[in-house]
């Protein structure tokens, strides 16, 4: 029988190197040294990737003026115009370019609806400033179970919110560097993993970085609209896009009742785009510096009237230079009366409008257009702060893994941020990157959160009338209230007109997404309520208070030889009421020599031979200590396990596993104690020597320095 393999090792931080117990500098254990050396070099890239480490202190450090908040937070809905306007043209399209003059009309209603969410929203960040969000007000005030599926909804929408900004913004690059179309996929991916590895660096830190694309893009925007407007009132020159000749072939023509209010309605909610991330700044309001709720409350109308002046803007300027838009460009655009063919490449809106009004090929247009490809990518930041922060709002209340409470080292919420990469790399493999596929299944999520939200904010001025006497607060509460509840109304509206026309073009993929998100969050915190219950402590004595009647300790011997010498010299020092050593036998002639070997050396601990028949030898040990303990259920058994420490990784494949697959049974047997007792083999010594040399040099970011007067006397590294 053989029992050795890698033991179980307790590590702790190592400031300056690896050390022995007894060595100066620190309690390290032998067996520690080796996975501390590759601790310390896998160090390496994570210290070149995201920086040095910041203590929780520094907190404050990472907290956001509105200079940065805006672009951080907001940099969704104001991308959005990049594709909301030609989402609602494509839409149209349909009936022909006819339909075009309901676009204004369509761009009222956009806006209203985000004036009305704006105003909701600025009440909710006064009223619930700790970062909950929409989760908070709906859990407070409708109940966990409105709670949860806000919760659902905007973790499903912050998903999609990557997956849509990462793949329009690699389709707009593709028009113009062919490689990126060819490997659309890899390429998303790619971005995905850059801007995460940007924001585990800290919020700070990436929102600087991301602040003065954001501010190009948006004053890009405005200097087109303003020289548009220019150019068409007071000079009256006429401005036309590249498409301006073309015409559009109408799928279904002369739509008139329903169909038509059913088209305006879908072509609504696809403008609706411009909405997705105005929730966001309500659940990082903790993020904002002091005063938090002030600061967030005008980041938010400061953010609604930037996208919906953009918005607007670029709607009006397509309609004056005649901009046209098709589901199938191909097919459905003609020019002279012939379709333009598979190879023609349809151009976003706000590129088309560009074009007509800076000129193909001028500075600006060039600015403007590499700014909103840029801005597309940085969009899916308002995703990377909202996702870590909900999902840590989630954890602490034991719906989702604790792990997502957790800062990093950069005090970002890392798991967060690394869970999200991760579902929206699955989503753009599965959708190949190809964002009409995914803007199917887009705003479903954050409609959901806003009806639910203001509903609950509602409920939230109900409850606080009921006991507020002062006139002067009343009446605030009243104003509160009433947008509140036009607030509810009107998304709740617009959730059902989005449910109506999206659901079979792929919504029923978010409200999946929600479902499965609602299941595992509720399982999860059952688990956690099981566990609490289970373990909490009684206030009356119990059996896990009370000291065993006696002590059952068992050596597990293979052979005799050193490491079984340490282990019984270990176990005799434990003071045990009985102490034995256990071995199996599978082979007859080793059983012999072993007995043999034993009273030779005149070994004073009894030897308990088990036969195995079938060459068995986790079973057995098993068997013989589930018997004992049914035998004195209140004694306690505590079995000892030699082990070798070897100093490759290597050599663990060249040693028999019985030890892990043992120790793994025992676990699940009560009232056994499982000790493992390491020997250190000369590879071991060896990769300790290796440590040792490299203790002097530390990985960019882990140097600790302080004044020198104070810094700690390096220890001798002698042998």
Request: aromatic content about 8%; charged content about 20%.
């Amino acid at each position: 029988m053989s029992l050795c393999g890698p033991p179980e090792v307790a590590l702790t931080q190592c400031p300056s190197g690896p050390r022995r117990q007894g060595e100066a500098g620190g309690p390290y254990p032998d067996t520690a040294l080796t996975i501390l050396c590759v601790s310390k070099l896998t160090d390496v890239p994570k210290r070149i990737l995201i920086g040095r480490a910041l203590r929780s202190d520094k907190l404050g450090e990472t907290l956001l003026p509105k200079r940065i908040a805006l672009p951080v937070f907001a940099s969704d809905p104001l991308s959005s115009v990049a594709y909301a306007p030609g989402e609602v043209l494509l839409v149209l399209s349909v009936a022909g370019v006819s339909a075009y003059h309901f676009s204004p009309w369509i761009a009222v209603a956009v806006v209203v609806l985000m004036f009305t969410v704006v105003a909701s929203y600025r009440q909710n960040v006064h009223a619930y400033p700790s970062g909950g969000g929409d989760y908070e007000v709906a859990n407070t005030n409708l109940g966990p179970k409105a709670g949860l599926t806000v919760a659902s909804a905007l973790l499903v929408d912050y998903v999609l919110t990557v997956a849509v900004s990462i793949a329009s913004g690699i389709e707009n690059l593709g028009s113009a560097i062919p490689f990126i179309v060819e490997h659309k996929v890899l390429c998303a991916v790619a971005v995905i993993v850059l801007l995460t590895l940007l924001n585990l660096r800290g919020m700070k830190e990436s929102g600087k970085l991301f602040a003065i694309p954001t501010y190009v893009f948006v004053a890009g925007v405005f200097l087109m609209i303003a020289w548009g407007a220019f150019r068409g009132l007071i000079l009256d020159e006429t401005m036309k896009a590249p498409t301006a000749d073309y015409t559009i072939k109408a799928e279904h023509q002369g739509l008139a009742g329903f169909a038509l209010v059913f088209l305006l309605l879908r072509a609504f909610s696809s403008g609706c785009a411009a909405l997705t991330g105005v929730e966001a700044i309500s659940n990082g309001v903790p993020a904002f510096r002091k005063p938090k709720s002030k600061n967030a409350a005008t980041t938010l109308a400061l953010m609604g009237g930037l996208a919906v002046t953009m918005f607007c803007g670029i709607i009006a300027l397509a309609m004056s230079t005649h901009v046209r838009m098709a589901e199938k460009p191909g097919e459905d655009l003609l020019h002279n009366g012939s379709p333009l063919g598979s190879g023609y490449v349809q151009n976003p809106v706000i590129s088309q409008v560009a074009e007509a009004v800076f000129g193909h090929g001028s500075f600006l247009f060039v600015v403007l257009a590499a700014a909103t490809a840029l801005v597309l990518f940085l969009a899916a930041n308002t995703a990377y702060n909202g996702f870590p922060l909900l999902g840590s709002i989630l954890a602490q209340d034991r719906y989702l893994p604790r792990q997502l409470h957790t800062r990093g080292d950069r005090l970002a919420f890392s798991n967060g941020i690394v869970l999200l990469a991760g579902a929206a790399v699955l989503l753009v493999v599965i959708y190949g990157a190809d964002s009409t596929r995914l803007i199917q299944l887009y705003i479903v999520g954050v409609f959901v959160s806003f009806t639910l939200s203001q509903t609950g904010m509602v409920r939230h001025w109900n409850r606080h009338l009921a006991t507020e006497t002062d006139p002067a607060k009343r009446r605030r509460m009243v104003r509160s209230r009433a947008i509140n509840a036009f607030g509810a109304f009107f998304t709740g509206l617009v959730l059902v007109v989005v449910l109506a026309t999206k659901f079979t073009h792929g919504a029923w993929v978010a409200l999946l997404g929600m479902v499965i998100f609602y299941g595992t969050m509720t399982a999860i915190r059952k688990h956690y309520d099981r566990v609490a219950a289970e373990i909490a402590a009684p206030d009356e004595p119990s059996d896990d208070s009370l000291r065993p009647s006696r002590v059952h300790s068992i050596v597990l011997v293979s052979k005799v030889h050193r490491p079984t010498l340490r282990a019984l010299a270990y176990a005799k020092l434990m003071r045990s009421d009985q102490l034995e050593a256990l071995s199996i036998s599978v082979d007859p002639a080793e059983t012999k020599a072993l007995k043999e070997e034993w009273e030779r050396r005149g070994i004073n601990v009894p030897l308990k031979i088990l036969d195995s028949p079938y060459r068995e030898i986790t079973r057995p040990i098993i068997e013989y200590v589930r018997g004992l303990r049914r035998e004195s259920p209140r004694d306690a058994i505590s079995v000892f396990i030699p082990e070798y420490v070897v100093g490759h990784w290597y050599e663990h494949l060249l040693h028999n596993q019985s030890a892990l697959r043992l120790k793994g049974r025992l676990l699940f047997t009560p009232g056994v104690m499982v000790t493992s007792v390491p020997y250190q083999l000369e590879s071991s010594e060896a990769a300790k020597k290796r440590a040792r040399r490299r203790a002097d040099w530390n990985a960019p970011g882990s140097v600790r320095r302080g004044p020198v007067a104070h810094r700690p006397k390096e220890p001798s590294n002698k042998s």
